[in-house]
């Protein structure tokens, strides 16, 4: 099964607030474009994903994104992150009903394509499946099968609602890469530990990340 991702990032520069104490505000906007490149480019890499769709607004992030091949969707809803996934999702489905969908967060900067190939080969025998981040607590990738609604449900504790609303969690051994997501200075840390990307390590190249 070849999947088609979605990814949806909002304007660079209300991006990766909570980044503050280690990233300035010249600097963030910068920053997440490139969690943003690194994760498609990792993602267009990978032998389980057929495309890649990214729904967002801004100007910068939309050219960048499309030159690593990626499918830019406007953000028509401006309804905060579910509606913009429901929103890509309806898109990918107007064109193809019977794709396979997966969300997938914008700031994965350590992706690796085959750990991502054996998350989205293990969602594929499940209705819809998810994979819980680092810390336990939300989410960075859901699936849809064939004829199932994506329904998703982000933010915060995402882990307990999407288990809730019946996905299946996947297991998380091996695949450290597609849960490190980057929110926070420690996030930033450990994805840097794992090895970034290289967009990431340019912008992440002399800020202080303090222990």
């Known amino acids: 099964m070849q999947w088609t991702l979605v990814i949806p990032l909002k304007p660079l520069v209300r991006a990766k607030s909570r980044l503050a104490p280690t990233a300035g505000d010249a600097v963030r906007p910068g ?3 490139a969690f943003a490149q690194d994760t498609v480019a990792a993602a267009g890499a990978c032998a389980e994903v057929r495309d890649v ?6 100007a ?4 960048e994104l499309a030159a690593l091949g990626a499918r830019i969707v406007p953000d028509s809803p401006q309804a905060g992150l579910n509606a913009a ?3 890509g999702a309806a898109a990918v489905r107007s064109a193809c009903p019977q794709a396979p969908v997966a969300a997938l ?12 190939a054996r998350v989205l080969a293990s969602a594929a025998v499940f209705p819809r499946a998810f994979l819980p981040d680092a810390a336990g607590i939300g989410t ?16 915060g504790a995402s882990r307990a609602r999407h288990t809730a609303s019946g996905a299946a969690e996947l297991p998380g051994e091996g695949v450290d890469s597609v849960r490190q997501d980057v929110d926070t200075g420690d996030d930033l840390r450990a994805a840097l530990a794992l090895g970034v990307g290289p967009h ?8 202080l990340i303090p222990d």
Do not use: I, K, Q, Y
Not at 140 to 155: D, Q, R, V
């Open 60 to 63: 910068r992030a939309g050219r």
């Open 85 to 87: 996934l429901a929103h």
């Open 53 to 58: 769709v990214v729904v967002t607004d801004d």
């Open 31 to 33: 920053l997440a474009l």
């Open 200 to 207: 990431t390590a340019r912008a992440a190249a002399g800020l």
């Open 105 to 116: 967060n914008a700031d994965l900067p350590a992706l690796r394509p085959a750990e991502l």
């Open 140 to 155: 960075t990738l859901l699936s849809a099968a064939p004829g199932t609604e994506l329904l998703p449900a982000f933010g």
